[in-house]
């Protein structure tokens, strides 16, 4: 079995994924950005869980489903210890911005109050620019668009790769009630 680097399986396509955001407007961009979160998430908790007895997944799909809010995708994941606390702190904060342009009536961008100051969140968060001075002052400062692009994209790839490390919990067992016999002195399985 192939062991998956540290850093995923595929750092091409965190660049890709940037280049396709950069086509976006600022709330497509955020969209986008935050569904292949959502889905990403999903696909780690599929991976990680029993596998669902039926289909749809009782455990995603639908209104009243447990899992089918982008919110408890992100706190199940971290209560499964598939991603750390900051990990789940950050994701909100895209959930947050992502619920900020969807209920907006007109066109937003990154340079509304609100989003840049989540955004700017976000990269304090992660700390990329701080831990790489040089080639932070290499590229300049970056855009509020850029740093949600470079925020969203790490974490997109760091949902995928964890999920190529993931395997399904085991299936539990009949328990005892469902195999035993009463019909000797005394239980017996």
Request: glycine residues 6%.
């Amino acid at each position: 079995m192939n062991k998956i680097p540290e850093y995923g399986p595929d750092f091409e396509a965190v660049l890709k994924l940037q280049r396709e955001l950069e086509a976006e407007s600022d709330r497509g961009a955020i969209l986008v950005a935050s569904a292949m979160i959502e889905e990403e998430l999903r696909r780690l908790l599929d991976a990680y869980f029993v596998p669902g007895a039926s289909t749809p997944d009782t455990l995603f799909d639908g209104a009243n489903a447990p899992l089918s809010s982008f919110s408890a995708k992100i706190d199940i994941a971290y209560r499964a210890g598939r991603v750390s606390e900051q990990l789940c702190r950050d994701l909100h904060l895209v959930r947050k911005i992502r619920n900020d342009v969807a209920h907006r009536p007109s066109g937003c961008t990154f340079e509304d109050p609100s989003l840049r100051d989540r955004v700017l969140a976000l990269t304090k968060s992660h700390g990329l620019y701080e831990r790489s001075p040089k080639w932070a002052a290499r590229i300049g400062t970056p855009t509020i668009r850029h740093q949600f692009a470079e925020a969203t994209s790490w974490m997109i790839f760091f949902l995928a790769a964890e999920r190529a490390r993931t395997s399904h919990l085991p299936a539990r067992g009949r328990e005892f009630a469902y195999r035993m016999s009463m019909d000797h002195d005394g239980l017996k399985e």
